[in-house]
């Protein structure tokens, strides 16, 4: 039956790939991107990596799109019609997959419990959890404990990133408009959004504090944070969303994010453990274990939310009308 | 048989994995290339993902009366790799409106034009 939805799901990711690629409305390519991510988001449950799943569902099925709708808007929605053939790159293309396809044919079979990959650090990681962490959720263990420094790494990217958008479309506070668009259109939609909003940050402090028993973390709470916010700015307007999280409060928040992560880690130093050991954190190790995952989760949540509202801030501002 | 599905998941991530780069490098319109890379990242989640899996097994959430799991260590490497190919993505995006506003067009074409008449 796994097979089966496995299949499926593949058969349509694929079909949807190619759709992407023969549509020239970029309004259509932008939604199809959407089904895109929700069906390879799909995909991970069956593959058993819910943590993933959740974290591509809020970010490529809902971010990302708006992201490329707000690009769409500023820019044009038709795509030309190339003027080389597309003969070279098809026959670049063809040639590098068969490469590939060849290559695979070494690999171990999808699902064996044998694969080189399954061997080392991945089962020392399932096997001394439970004893070193006291955490259930192996994927929360590896990432923010066993390998913390990978994590620090990429909050320190994802704040690289924010600072990037900021530094190449600048921002523009909005001080007409803080109405939104068309009070009348959106009776509906608003009505709904403000169901929704407080039920979406409530789910995104529930996976960020229950990120150690279940699927669940950091970066996926915030994401989902981010997520809600957005859909308060598209039915209320960016001027509004402005008034309950301004934009220097967010490049405060997204400092401070990393800056927690790392004094976790200075922390640890000081009482005498190595950088980001979090058992010198309290008298018993598996007690600092958890506080120190908490805190360093927290440092993530704040980062990634803060830089996914600087990003949509810094492209929704450049919109004329404030229509999203 | 047992070959072709042992290796289904590893072929389609291939043909969505060419599928990105054919629109990458075939399609002048720079949003169609940064959506092309988009799912050239997102097959290699897929193919990372697929290594993980273990037949038979369950999420890696340690729970009493399991004992397969599904590696979580490529689990881990993708949940990040995620959060920063948004992060990638939206600064692609955004240079993307700065090439708009230099030139007034995102079609590489019309801009190789320009930059050949200056």
Known sequence: MEHLIDIVLLGLLMITGFAIVRLRSLLAVAMLTSIYSLLSASLFVVLDAVDVALTEAAIGAGISTILILATVALTSDEEKVPRHTPLLPLVVVIATGAALIYGTLDMPHYGDPAAPVHRDVASSYLHDTPADIGVQNVVTSVLASYRGYDTLGEVTVIFTAGIGVLALLGYRTRRRNSQGPGNRKLVVLRVVAKLFFPLILLFALYVLFHGDYGPGGGFQAGVIFATGFILYALAFGLGNAQRVIPHQLLRIMAAVGVLIYAAVGIESMLLGGKFLEYRVLADDPVTGQHLGIMLIELGVGITVVAVMLIIYYGFVSRLHSGDM | ?118
Not at chain 2, 47 to 53: D, N
Not at chain 2, 58 to 71: D, K, R, W
Not at chain 2, 88 to 103: Q, S
């Open chain 2, 1 to 118: 048989m047992s070959e072709l599905l042992g290796h289904y998941n590893y072929w389609i991530v291939i043909i969505l994995m060419m599928t990105g780069f054919y629109t990458v490098i075939a399609r002048p319109n720079l949003i169609k290339k940064i959506i092309g890379l988009f799912i050239f990242q997102t097959s290699v989640f897929i193919l990372f993902i697929s290594m993980a899996k273990v037949e038979g097994g369950t999420a890696p959430i340690i729970e009493e009366g399991i004992s397969v799991y599904s590696n979580p260590l490529p689990h881990v490497l993708i949940l990040t790799a995620i959060v920063v190919s948004l992060a990638t993505t939206a600064l692609g995006l955004a240079l993307v409106i700065r090439i708009r506003d230099a030139y007034g067009t995102i079609n590489e074409d019309d801009i190789h034009v320009q930059d050949e008449e200056d």
